[in-house]
């Protein structure tokens, strides 16, 4: 199978993970590939992608979120730990990052985006530059970013 143990709370996806519904995830996570969370989705614990990760809009991340590549941040989504991209990270409008129990941060490899109507109560740093944007920026840099989605085919592999 795609999903392995890594231990009791941590487990590795070997592959691009791109669920149609929204996730609960209640354990630590490996995506060796892209990764796609979609809206609403619900993240209690850590999340790390080898290549893209894109988090939905509305989805609360309790923990850190972490890409090889670059993150994608959906309107709306509240986040209470760390995200970090060796990449770019793009932030959207209505980004919310607070904690109770310690500093949040942003931390971007190379560039990071930010939309308008974003909070955050900590940290923003990239390697490059900060800049704010427009939304139909936003589009263009999620069109650049965006994993290539391959067709379904009926046939089992």
Do not use: M
Request: glycine share 12%; hydrophobic share 35%.
């Amino acid at each position: 199978t795609k999903l392995t143990p890594l231990g009791s709370e941590c487990w590795i996806y070997a592959g691009s993970l791109r669920p149609e519904v929204p996730v609960h995830l209640t354990a630590q996570l490996v995506v060796k590939g892209d990764c796609s969370i979609p809206a609403s989705s619900l993240l209690d614990h850590d999340l790390k992608a080898s290549r893209n990760l894109d988090i939905g809009a509305g989805s609360e991340c309790k923990g850190n979120v972490v890409s090889e590549r670059s993150i994608s941040v959906g309107p709306g989504v509240r986040f209470a730990g760390i995200i970090h991209a060796d990449g770019e990270i793009l932030l959207s409008n209505g980004v919310y990052g607070e904690s109770s129990v310690g500093p949040v941060a942003v931390d971007a490899g190379s560039w990071l985006y930010v939309e308008q109507g974003v909070t955050v109560r900590g940290k923003l740093s990239s390697g490059e530059r900060v800049r704010v944007i427009a939304p139909t920026s936003t589009r263009a840099w999620r069109r650049r970013h965006q994993p290539a989605v391959r067709p379904k085919s009926g046939r089992a592999k």
